[in-house]
């Protein structure tokens, strides 16, 4: 490495460990509080509005929904 980007590696280095042991302590936090997330869709009806993003499984009667009407 360049003698002259070493002081610049040493403070990214430092913002970078500070980000980790914030993230860290924040997933402990929302860990202990059992915190969820609400889904706006359940799996089937992403399929169903989103078709080409979520393709269905081949033995899943959506996927043989989706092949008979295209």
């Given at each position: 490495m360049n003698a002259?980007?070493?002081?610049?590696?040493?403070?990214?280095?430092?913002?970078a460990e500070?980000?980790?042991m914030a993230i860290a302590q924040w997933e402990r936090r929302?860990?202990?509080e059992g915190a969820g997330i609400d889904w706006m869709f359940t799996v089937d009806?992403?399929?169903e509005?989103?078709?080409r993003a979520y393709p269905a499984r081949a033995g899943h009667p959506l996927h043989r929904a989706l092949r008979a009407a295209a």
């Open positions: 002259r980007y070493w002081p610049c590696f040493s403070v990214k280095r430092a913002v500070a980000l980790d929302r860990n202990r009806r992403s399929r509005k989103l078709g």
